[in-house]
């Protein structure tokens, strides 16, 4: 009897046929474990299997029958995250100022437990990190910054990973806790501050001088900077998010009595 561990069904079978040196009909196999892709690469689970030859017990000219194996070899559909910058769940957590609530009451002791949660986590994954670092970064917001050699992993491409992770850490940290998140990794959200801070430099040139402008499309984390940053600096004009019908987003800045 061997115990086989594979990232996939029939990568266990192939390497049982090869421990084995025989063909699939002729091995018993029991499925311990089905295959699982995780999210976003993380706890993936592989395929295990417990295999043995087949005792049969036949003159030697008759022909074995051949062995139903009812495990599908196919892989389980893989679980992606869609980057849908129309998520309307996604942005009212974002846009909507009643959806936060009041503050813990003590931001220094929540800070310290979800670091040790988080670290537990990211201990039993494969990406080389500092110690993740999580502590209040005002009254009703908590820093959580990862560095290390494998931080920029975690951002991902046009930063889906940074986008997706950011979702799961809010609505477990603001469900739990009742507090805002301010992720950080390797400086990418530093960096994408500055970023739009320059651009909307010209923007807002035009709002002073016309009263109104709107930003080019932006991508799902650039938007939410934008319509930050311009919140915060017209106070007494309408700012929001819209979308085009092919699903790119701007802010648009106008009167309120305008839109």
């Not at 699939?24 to 029991?30: R, Y």
């Not at 395929?47 to 043995?52: L, P």
């Not at 936060?100 to 009451?105: A, I, L, P, V």
Request: net charge negative; with cysteine.
């Amino acid at each position: 009897m061997k115990k086989i561990e594979a990232p996939t069904l029939e990568a266990a079978y192939d390497e049982a046929v090869k421990h084995f040196e025989c063909s699939i009909t002729e091995l018993d196999v029991v499925v311990v474990q089905q295959p699982k892709k995780g999210i976003l690469g993380f706890l993936g689970k592989p395929a295990v299997i417990v295999a043995k030859r087949k005792i049969v017990e036949t003159p030697e000219h008759d022909i074995v029958e051949t062995l139903e194996v009812t495990e599908t070899f196919s892989e389980p559909a893989e679980e992606t995250f869609v980057e849908d910058d129309d998520d309307e769940a996604y942005d009212d957590v974002y846009d909507d100022d009643e959806y936060y609530t009041e503050s813990y009451e003590d931001i220094e002791t929540v800070a310290q437990e979800v670091k040790e949660k988080i670290n537990a986590l990211f201990a039993t994954l494969c990406f080389s990190l500092d110690e993740v670092e999580v502590r209040p970064y005002d009254d009703t917001t908590l820093l959580v910054e990862f560095n290390g050699e494998d931080a920029a992993l975690l951002i991902g491409k046009e930063g889906y990973r940074y986008k997706a992770l950011s979702y799961m850490l809010f609505n477990w940290i603001n469900a739990e806790y009742q507090l805002q998140l301010r992720l950080e990794i390797a400086e990418f959200l530093q960096n994408q501050e500055e970023a739009i801070a320059r651009y909307l430099t010209g923007v807002c040139e035009i709002i002073d001088r016309e009263g109104r402008a709107q930003t080019r499309v932006l991508d799902g984390v650039l938007v939410q900077i934008a319509l930050k940053q311009l919140r915060e600096r017209y106070h007494d004009k309408y700012v929001a998010i819209r979308s085009h019908r092919d699903g790119g987003r701007y802010v648009i800045v106008n009167d309120y009595h305008s839109y």
